[in-house]
């Protein structure tokens, strides 16, 4: 596994609410016309800030929002080039002493993702975004690195 973070994602009670504060805060978002309303994307240098809704991200991993005791709402991404890369990270990160809270599976916005998290409870998505595709060094950034990178 490589040593980055591609995605900081903050699970929020109102996505649009917070993003209206990031917005004020003088961030662009990356986020596209086409985007669910339940994501909302900043690129920042080398990563993307990504707000989403708690409960979907609780859904996401099949708990309830208040099952995991000390669940702050912040999943850490690691984003992979393709899909058939995720299922065997996950499978390093019990290797590793983690546990999977959800296997590598396909997502609603096209995607497929797992999680797991590391022997302290930090909650980690290994990713696939087809359209998000990493740059040749392995940067993410919202959308994808195309010819202007």
């Not at 708990?63 to 669940?71: H, Q, R, S, T, V």
Request: hydrophobic share 45%.
């Amino acid at each position: 596994m490589g040593q980055r973070v591609s995605l900081i994602t903050l699970a929020v009670k109102d996505v649009q609410a917070s993003a209206r504060f990031y917005d004020a805060l003088g961030w662009q978002r990356a986020t596209g016309p086409d985007d669910p309303e339940e994501v909302v994307a900043y690129n920042l240098i080398g990563q993307t800030l990504g707000l989403y809704s708690k409960a979907m991200l609780a859904a996401d991993l099949g708990i309830p929002e208040d099952a995991i005791g000390g669940f702050s709402g912040m999943t850490l991404s690691h984003n992979v080039r393709t899909k058939e890369e995720v299922a065997p990270l996950l499978e390093l990160a019990v290797t590793a002493g983690g546990r999977i809270l959800k296997p590598a599976g396909d997502i609603f916005w096209g995607g497929h993702i797992g999680y797991f998290c590391d022997p302290d409870g930090h909650v980690w998505e290994v990713a696939f975004n087809p359209f998000s595709p990493l740059a040749e060094d392995g940067a993410f950034r919202w959308g994808g690195y195309g010819a202007e990178a």
